[in-house]
């Protein structure tokens, strides 16, 4: 085994540190006002932040090639998982959904797990079926009802944001295994009328589209998170007003430390810090990438393109709520924003990245 990718070790360190330093930033305010203590964000997320940094080390160590024989298991129990969460009694509802796994204060969140066990199926999936990869019935149709399952029962949650990444990370990973242009197009079809079917189920989520295109026409209402993010961005300027000197963590921007965190970054410090977050992302990206190229085995170049995908695609999809680009989706900034389970997936997932640089070709 040679060395592993120590840069893209290095660059997940420094966004997690980062995620650190602007969740006490950004919810200090709300903190000492709702728990009479301005570190309880903090010491939650640096708690999770310490377990995900041991368990990056130690799967970074553990032979990528365990997780072909087991990743049937992960799968089974991501689905076992997402239904006992949907069980009154059993799954907690918070921001209202019945997505969470309430144990005191901590809460764990399946879906979050179900991300990445269909991405080491599906890798696992093509590896096995590459001479399949030809035929639509029997190369794609099998895994598209299955994450289309996965979808589903993340919907019942409702959780749109987290289902829509997951969903999309198996498309990326058909697309690059050759999957036809005409299946692309097809699916985009029935996408989008996918999507209308949502939106009529589901009323609330019209309300946030109408709020996207135009969300002083309810300025205090479904526009508001949106507008304050936009005023948090706005005066930010080159180099920003300065770390901890964020007006809009002040009661205006509703949980700040969570899904709209680079909106306080910008704010505090300015397009800069706002370039530096962007390009670690996209460094992130590239080392994923190369590992993804010069992997030695086809299950290692799925499953490292499927998991530098998924989180760049999150990130993606959450700076551009951010910025006002898409409508709100309720997706976290990976590395950045407060969660735990997030947090440790994301660990996980560059755990298993990291371990599969190991054996490529380039070192």
């Not at 997940?12 to 728990?35: C, E, P, Q, R, T």
């Not at 041991?54 to 160590?61: D, E, K, N």
């Not at 019945?98 to 269909?118: L, N, T, V, Y």
């Not at 990370?169 to 242009?181: D, K, V, W």
């Amino acid at each position: 085994m040679k060395k592993m990718d120590y840069f893209l070790e290095m660059v997940v360190l420094i966004l997690s540190l980062f995620g650190l330093l602007m969740i006490y930033s950004s919810s200090n305010i709300w903190a000492d006002y709702k728990f009479h203590d301005s570190f309880h964000y903090l010491k939650y997320q640096g708690f999770f932040f310490l377990i995900g940094v041991f368990l990056l080390l130690i799967v970074s160590r553990i032979d990528y090639r365990i997780y072909y024989r087991y990743c049937n298991h992960f799968l089974l129990c991501s689905f076992l998982l997402l239904i006992l969460v949907l069980i009154p009694g059993i799954g907690s509802i918070r921001n209202g959904s019945r997505s969470w796994f309430g144990i005191g204060s901590f809460g764990i969140q399946p879906s979050e797990a179900a991300k990445i066990s269909m991405i080491l199926f599906t890798s696992k999936y093509l590896s096995l079926n590459e001479k399949y990869l030809t035929s639509f019935w029997k190369g794609y149709f099998p895994i598209l009802v299955l994450v289309l399952f996965f979808f589903g029962l993340i919907m019942l949650q409702p959780d749109f944001g987290t289902g829509f990444i997951l969903f999309m990370s198996i498309i990326a990973l058909l697309f690059i295994a050759g999957c036809s242009m005409k299946f692309f197009i097809g699916g985009g079809v029935l996408g989008v009328i996918g999507v209308v079917f949502l939106i009529l189920v589901a009323p609330y989520r019209m309300d946030r589209i109408t709020s996207f295109l135009n969300p002083w026409k309810d300025p205090l209402g479904t526009g508001f998170q949106m507008i304050q993010s936009l005023y948090a961005i706005g005066p930010g300027g080159l180099l920003g007003m300065g770390l901890g000197n964020s007006i809009q963590k002040h009661f205006y921007l509703p949980e700040p430390q969570t899904d709209f965190i680079f909106s306080i970054i910008a704010e505090e410090f300015g397009v800069m810090g706002a370039v530096i977050v962007v390009g670690l992302f996209f460094l992130l990206f590239y080392r994923g990438i190369r590992i993804s190229l010069h992997s030695e085995d086809s299950f290692a170049k799925y499953l490292s393109f499927g998991i530098t995908f998924q989180v760049l695609f999150q990130a993606v999809l959450n700076l551009m709520v951010v910025v006002g680009l898409i409508p709100v989706t309720g997706v976290t900034l990976p590395f950045l924003s407060y969660g735990g389970s997030s947090l440790l997936v994301s660990m996980f997932s560059m755990g298993i990245l990291l371990n599969i640089s190991r054996s490529c070709e380039y070192q």
